[in-house]
Structures are given as C-alpha cells and as structure tokens.
C-alpha cells in the first residue's frame, strides 16, 4: 500500500482551507487534476473517502475533519522539529517570529529590535502587528513564537510571563502640558478638544470605560487608527490625545499629564505556546526585553 506523503497533507489542508479545488491548486501552484489525482490517492491509501464533492463547496467528511486536524498538529510539529534541528546554540544565526498589539509599535518595539540586532545581529526577526485575538490564534497555530500583549483571559494552551506595568495617561504637546495642573482632574477635559484611537483598539474602550465611570465627556475632536497620526496632530495643535505615558520617552515634543483619578493601568505580557519548543533565538530576546524594560523604568508587574 503507497504511503502518505507530507504532500498529501498539505494538499489536503489546502482543500479544506479553500473549500474549492481550483482556488487550492492555484494556492499550491499545481494543476487542478493532479491536485484532485493525489487526494483520491489519499483516500484510497487510507480507505475512507476524506471530502465530500456533492455540493458546490466542498467539505469534509466526518473522517476528513478528524484526520486534518491531525494532519495539521503534525505539521507543525514537523516545522517546530525542523527548527529545532536548525538551532544554533551561539545565536551567529537564528530566526524569531513576533507578533505585536499596535501600541507596542509606537515606544517598544523599536528599541526591542535595535537591541537585538545589537546583541546578536544574525538573528532575523519577522515582525507581525496584530489585535491580540490573532496574535493567540498564530501562537497557537505555531506561526508565531512570541507575543507581546495584555494579560488577561487568554486562549488555552498559552502562558504569558508579565513584563511590566502600561500606564496610560494624558499626553499632550511640551508647552501644553506644562501649563496644565499636575495632576489634571477629569472633569477638567470637558473644555478641551480630544483626538483619539478609533474603536478598533483595545485602548480606546479603556478610555471610553475610564471616561463613562467618572462621569466626563470630552469633545473628540479627531479619531484616528494610527497612533504616530495622533502624535503629530498633538505635536502641531492644541489637541491632547491618550496613549501610554512611556511613548512620551521617545518623543521630546510630548509630555505626560497624569489625571485625577488615575487612568487604568495593564499588565503587558510576553505570550508563548505551552509546550512549544523554544529557541535560544526566542530565550534571548525574553532576557533582552526583560532588560530593556528595567533599564527603561517601567513599572514592574502587579
């Protein structure tokens, strides 16, 4: 009897991903009918029929949905051990995958990677920016190998070692923000002009919760999805925005204005698979990050 082959899996995977032989040909660069010849060389090998072709997607059997999802833990076991395999233990070369919430873009992950280019310049690093939903769902699914985001409620299967404390806070222009009392009371923003993240960031339905408690009402005079948008518009204008105090460290033109009641504070986590192997390339940048955030001064964890 022919044995499976790994690209029996992949093209299987394909198929059900797609849901349609054509779109998964044209995705694996093969012809549709030897595409469709290799998955009935499948079924026949493993004598169950793996999709049903009756509708006009295609879907998969009972037996097809018990066996990709096999297929895929296998896969990514492979990948992980092909890695492994590949690691150097002197980090002269390496590979990190990272993924990152977009506040992280703005003040931690510039220096993050121009340390590690200083440390082990070898080590190449893949970026990924992502809501923190996605950025489990890839740890998970083993496309990434580290996380950067909040502690909370995460999926099963992941553990995160928290890094510091994130403080939000009033951010505004240098000369602004030396003319305001420190610190600013709440009630005082209903006479300025706001410009803030739109509702796509997890930041702004803290800001909207922390606004709606005490009972203020700002004027939100622009909305932006793009946090280095909101620190030029504050920098030009007489606007002020919120965002982490520690972006301020990178921005001479800004200045932290800490209010009264104090903006909610979050614990930002590194997130991993349980169980997944590490590399030294991924043990270094943990040691880097948990320099870098002390020699920074942020706030430890609570």
Excluded: C, W
């Excluded at 998970?140 to 070692?161: E, R, S, Y």
């Excluded at 997130?271 to 880097?288: D, K, N």
């Amino acid at each position: 009897m022919a044995q499976v082959e790994l690209r029996h899996l992949r093209y299987l995977l394909a198929v059900a991903e797609q849901g349609n032989f054509t779109r998964a040909a044209e995705e694996l660069h093969i012809s549709q009918p030897t595409l469709s010849q290799q998955i009935k060389q499948l079924e026949k090998t493993l004598g169950v029929q793996l999709l049903d072709r009756s509708g006009r997607t295609v879907r998969l059997t009972d037996a097809g949905a018990v066996y990709t999802d096999r297929a895929r833990r296998a896969l990514r076991d492979l990948a992980a051990a092909e890695r492994a395999v590949h690691d150097v233990q002197d980090l002269s070369r390496g590979q990190l995958r990272l993924g990152v919430t977009p506040t992280f873009i703005a003040y931690l992950v510039g220096p993050l990677a121009a340390e590690l280019h200083s440390r082990h310049p070898g080590i190449d690093l893949t970026l990924t920016e992502a809501t923190q939903d996605r950025i489990e769902a890839a740890l998970l699914a083993d496309d990434l190998d580290l996380g950067i985001a909040f502690a909370g409620d995460h999926l099963p299967g992941l553990a995160g070692t928290p890094l510091f404390t994130e403080t939000l806070a009033l951010v505004a222009g240098t000369e602004r923000a030396r003319a305001m009392p420190d610190p600013l009371p709440v009630k005082a923003l209903k006479d300025k002009q706001l410009a803030l993240l739109t509702g796509d960031f997890a930041t702004r339905g803290h800001i909207d919760e922390y606004f709606a408690r005490h009972r203020s009402t700002p004027r939100i005079s622009v909305e932006a999805n793009s946090i280095q948008a909101l620190t030029e518009i504050v920098q030009r204008t007489d606007l002020v925005t919120v965002l982490p105090d520690a972006l301020t460290h990178d921005h001479p033109h800004l200045a932290p204005v800490p209010l009264d009641p104090p903006l909610p504070t979050r614990t930002v986590t590194l997130l991993h698979r349980e169980g997944a192997y590490q590399s030294v390339a991924a043990h270094a940048f943990t040691r880097i990050t948990r320099d870098l955030v002390r020699s920074r001064g942020y706030t430890p964890p609570r």
